[in-house]
């Protein structure tokens, strides 16, 4: 084996400068790399944000008007009052089943409520989502006290509902501290 020829100072001079730009080209492209790197978070920043959204939700649960959707099989009876709904809880009685919101809580079985689903007129389905829905009143009380917790419940009933079925209802909402009903009815034209 021959051994490499020696350089000569110019050479040498030449080589060394590329292995300079080399290494420099390398550091500027770690230093690029590195920037566009996320060293750390600012949670601050984050926090202020998640608590302007929160304020803003708060805000409009409070200020929202009573949405009260009924079902085409609800025919409620008719009256002339001037008062408006409030948003409180509201159960839906059909000739087929009752509503907590727009969820299904008991599918009734010839208008009646099954003998399995209530107990001392304590309906069993109805009872379960009733204190879901207290729950979730009570803790938006403890957030915002503007928003307080009224123990009102809204009634929509078929005017053809038997009164022993309504009373069965409300007896169940009086056992999850909604004690102030509403009844909902449809406005009678003015001539």
């Given at each position: 084996?021959?051994?490499?020829?020696?350089?000569?100072?110019?050479?040498?001079d030449?080589?060394?400068?590329?292995?300079?730009?080399?290494?420099?080209?390398?550091?500027?492209?770690?230093?690029?790399?590195?920037?566009?790197e996320?060293?750390?978070?600012?949670?601050?920043?984050m926090?202020?944000?998640?608590?302007?959204?929160?304020?803003?939700?708060?805000?409009?649960?409070?200020?929202?008007?009573?949405?009260?959707t009924?079902?085409?099989?609800?025919?409620?009876?008719?009256?002339?009052?001037?008062?408006?709904?409030?948003?409180?809880?509201?159960?839906?009685?059909?000739?087929?089943?009752?509503?907590?919101?727009?969820?299904?809580?008991?599918?009734?079985?010839?208008?009646?409520?099954?003998e399995?689903?209530?107990?001392?007129r304590?309906?069993?389905?109805?009872?379960?989502?009733?204190?879901?829905?207290?729950?979730?009143?009570?803790?938006?009380?403890?957030?915002?006290?503007?928003?307080?917790?009224?123990?009102?419940?809204?009634?929509?009933?078929?005017?053809?509902?038997?009164?022993?079925?309504?009373?069965?209802?409300?007896?169940?909402?009086?056992?999850?501290?909604?004690?102030?009903?509403?009844?909902?009815?449809?406005?009678?034209?003015?001539?």
């Amino acid at each position: 084996m021959s051994e490499p020829a020696p350089l000569s100072a110019e050479e040498a001079d030449q080589l060394a400068r590329m292995r300079y730009r080399r290494a420099l080209t390398r550091k500027k492209r770690k230093e690029r790399e590195a920037a566009s790197e996320v060293k750390e978070l600012n949670i601050t920043a984050m926090m202020d944000m998640m608590t302007i959204i929160l304020v803003f939700l708060l805000k409009s649960f409070a200020s929202s008007s009573a949405a009260i959707t009924a079902s085409e099989d609800v025919r409620p009876p008719v009256s002339s009052t001037r008062a408006t709904p409030k948003d409180t809880v509201a159960i839906t009685i059909t000739p087929k089943n009752i509503l907590v919101g727009d969820r299904e809580v008991v599918r009734l079985i010839n208008g009646r409520i099954p003998e399995t689903e209530v107990k001392d007129r304590l309906v069993f389905g109805l009872d379960a989502q009733l204190k879901k829905e207290v729950a979730k009143l009570k803790y938006i009380e403890e957030r915002n006290p503007a928003a307080p917790f009224t123990h009102e419940l809204s009634v929509i009933a078929d005017k053809m509902v038997p009164y022993d079925l309504l009373l069965t209802v409300l007896y169940t909402a009086g056992e999850n501290e909604l004690l102030n009903y509403r009844f909902i009815v449809l406005q009678r034209d003015s001539e």
